[in-house]
């Protein structure tokens, strides 16, 4: 089911702001061919359905307005929306995906974008690549995952665009054919961040903030959902990340997302932030 939202002004006013209102992409069939991770069976389409309605049933009891969308070009990552996008205070940012094949959905977002009056505030353009899902805006501060999925010239021109918007930039060194920064690291509260360890993600970058670190063997345990301050949205297959989390005073909400985790796709890469007070 697609719901409209209306939207004021302001979009992502504080990055860790009470989550307010969010764009999904259901997943495809083509999930099921996505390489799963080492050891892990191949995901299952129906689940992954089920589960997102989940997702979205829990982000709307907490308040948050979701709109659904069904892609067109049936991909089988096309559920994660934050390649294609980042979202500031005044418009979005159309990204410009490392992958080939993903490329089309950001003009496709952005004509759903057009078609919700959220406005435009600019693009990774050619030959610049940058995935949306390797930055993390936290505080006034935007991290950069720098690996192979991006190139100088779309790591540069967004960290401009970030810094018009008043924040400051930081680069963070990822392994060069790893996971996204998104999937390894989470925004908690304004100072605060959860991190897989430094074997996959460069700590020194998050220097000042609160660090809450994922063991060995639950990195992308680290890839949460934040939907407010001190309050995050996990995966349940990653307990150890969890009792970290609720131990240190943040309020967890804990659902499967199981058969997105096989395909190595977080919570923080299923949901684009719209509208954050």
Same mark, same amino acid.
């Given at each position: 089911?697609?719901?409209?939202?209306?939207?004021?002004?302001?979009?992502?006013?504080?990055?860790?702001?009470? +989550?307010? =209102?969010?764009?999904?992409?259901?997943?495809?069939?083509? &999930? !099921?061919?996505?390489?799963?991770?080492?050891? !892990?069976?191949?995901? &299952?389409?129906?689940?992954?359905?089920?589960?997102?309605?989940?997702?979205?049933?829990?982000?709307? $009891?907490? @308040?948050?307005?979701?709109?659904?969308?069904?892609?067109?070009? @049936?991909?089988?990552?096309?559920?994660?929306?934050?390649?294609?996008?980042?979202?500031?205070?005044?418009?979005?940012?159309?990204?410009?995906?490392?992958?080939?094949?993903?490329?089309?959905?950001?003009?496709?977002? !952005?004509?759903?974008?057009?078609?919700?009056?959220?406005?435009?505030?600019?693009?990774?353009?050619?030959?610049?690549?940058?995935?949306?899902?390797?930055?993390?805006?936290?505080?006034?501060?935007?991290? &950069?995952?720098?690996?192979?999925?991006?190139?100088?010239?779309?790591?540069?021109? $967004?960290?401009?665009?970030?810094?018009?918007?008043?924040?400051?930039?930081?680069?963070?060194?990822?392994?060069?054919?790893?996971?996204?920064?998104?999937?390894?690291?989470?925004?908690?509260?304004?100072?605060?961040?959860?991190?897989?360890? !430094?074997?996959?993600?460069?700590?020194? =970058?998050?220097? @000042?903030?609160?660090?809450?670190?994922?063991?060995?063997?639950?990195?992308?345990?680290?890839?949460?959902?934040?939907?407010?301050?001190?309050?995050?949205?996990?995966?349940?297959?990653?307990?150890?990340?969890?009792?970290?989390?609720?131990?240190?005073?943040?309020?967890?909400?804990?659902?499967?997302?199981?058969?997105?985790?096989?395909?190595? &796709?977080?919570?923080?890469?299923?949901? +684009?932030?719209?509208?954050?007070?």
């Amino acid at each position: 089911m697609t719901q409209t939202v209306s939207y004021g002004p302001r979009l992502v006013a504080h990055p860790t702001g009470a +989550l307010r =209102a969010a764009i999904m992409v259901a997943p495809t069939a083509a &999930i !099921e061919n996505a390489p799963p991770l080492p050891g !892990e069976p191949n995901a &299952i389409y129906p689940r992954a359905r089920a589960q997102q309605e989940i997702l979205a049933k829990t982000l709307r $009891f907490f @308040g948050c307005d979701v709109t659904l969308l069904e892609e067109p070009q @049936g991909d089988p990552y096309a559920s994660s929306i934050v390649d294609s996008a980042v979202v500031f205070e005044n418009g979005a940012v159309v990204m410009r995906p490392s992958s080939l094949s993903r490329r089309p959905e950001s003009a496709w977002l !952005e004509a759903e974008f057009v078609k919700r009056d959220i406005p435009i505030a600019g693009h990774i353009a050619a030959p610049g690549l940058l995935d949306g899902s390797d930055v993390l805006l936290a505080g006034s501060t935007a991290f &950069i995952g720098v690996s192979n999925r991006s190139n100088s010239l779309g790591r540069n021109g $967004f960290a401009q665009i970030a810094k018009a918007h008043g924040f400051s930039v930081r680069e963070v060194r990822l392994s060069a054919h790893g996971a996204p920064l998104r999937a390894l690291a989470g925004a908690v509260s304004a100072d605060s961040v959860v991190l897989a360890p !430094e074997s996959d993600v460069d700590h020194s =970058a998050f220097a @000042g903030f609160k660090v809450f670190t994922a063991p060995l063997g639950h990195e992308l345990g680290a890839g949460v959902l934040n939907i407010g301050e001190h309050h995050v949205l996990a995966n349940v297959r990653y307990p150890t990340v969890v009792d970290t989390l609720r131990r240190g005073g943040v309020v967890v909400e804990a659902i499967d997302l199981y058969d997105f985790g096989r395909a190595g &796709i977080t919570p923080s890469m299923l949901v +684009l932030d719209l509208k954050r007070i």
